[in-house]
T-cell receptor, first 116, second 113 residues
Framework: GAVVSQHPSWVICKSGTSVKIECRSL??????MFWYRQFPKQSLMLMAT?????????EQGVEKDKFLINHASLTLSTLTVTSAHPEDSSFYIC????????????FGSGTRLTVV | AQSVTQPDIHITVSEGASLELRCNYS??????LFWYVQSPGQGLQLLLK??????LVQGIKGFEAEFKRSQSSFNLRKPSVHWSDAAEYFC???????????FGTGTSLTVIP
């Protein structure tokens, strides 16, 4: 089955630094990937849609300059949290769908970000 | 507007007892419905999904869900809960032609011995 790998699983960083999170589709190509954020005790909220070879589409209220998304290949999307602050601490999850399909989303295992 | 409601924030059941987690949705088109489980500190794992056909869907770990269009519901059930089922459960609705998921706020399940 389709597998999506996220790295790192958890990261602690100092306030003001940047952190990069990777989302890889291991056994399929994904034209589109999605990034979600989950606050404690809350559901997942879509942050942005990442499209291979083009700019990401951000949801309303998500700062595109703070959450940089790059989808440089059909198997890799990266989310960079720039100048991280404690309020950015959260659980970030990506999902991907095989190119050409409109169903069959697979979620990564998530990344726990803690900014101190 | 699309939305997913999970009315129960937290449920406690005894090990071996039956379980039903409720999910109601509002969606303007034919919904594609999903249940995910998230263990503490872990990512999401797909339990089951409904696209079409038989409205009773079987999933992994002994879970099943029933789609009731008239009630806009997709409740998750398990006849006998195990202690390892303690986790957060999310219901979600997605579009066939779109590419977005709408998640419920989740139901936290505690299993007591």
């Amino acid at each position: 089955g389709a597998v999506v790998s996220q790295h790192p699983s958890w990261v602690i960083c100092k306030s003001g630094t940047s952190v990069k999170i990777e989302c890889r589709s291991l056994d399929f190509q994904a034209t589109t990937m999605f990034w979600y954020r989950q606050f404690p005790k809350q559901s997942l909220m879509l942050m942005a849609t990442s499209n291979e070879g083009s700019k990401a589409t951000y949801e309303q209220g998500v700062e595109k300059d703070k959450f940089l998304i790059n989808h440089a290949s059909l198997t890799l999307s990266t989310l960079t949290v720039t100048s991280a602050h404690p309020e950015d601490s959260s659980f970030y999850i990506c999902s991907a769908i095989p190119s050409g399909q409109t169903y069959g989303y697979t979620f990564g295992s998530g990344t726990r970000l803690t900014v101190v | 507007a699309q939305s997913v409601t999970q009315p129960d924030i937290h449920i406690t059941v005894s090990e071996g007892a039956s379980l039903e987690l409720r999910c109601n949705y509002s969606y303007g088109a034919t919904p594609y419905l999903f249940w995910y489980v998230q263990s503490p500190g872990q990512g999401l794992q797909l339990l089951l999904k409904y696209f079409s056909g038989d409205t009773l869907v079987q999933g992994i770990k002994g879970f099943e869900a029933e789609f009731k269009r008239s009630q806009s519901s997709f409740n998750l059930r398990k006849p006998s809960v195990h202690w390892s089922d303690a986790a957060e459960y999310f219901c979600a609705v997605g579009a066939w032609t779109g590419n977005q998921f709408y998640f419920g706020t989740g139901t936290s399940l505690t299993v007591i011995p």
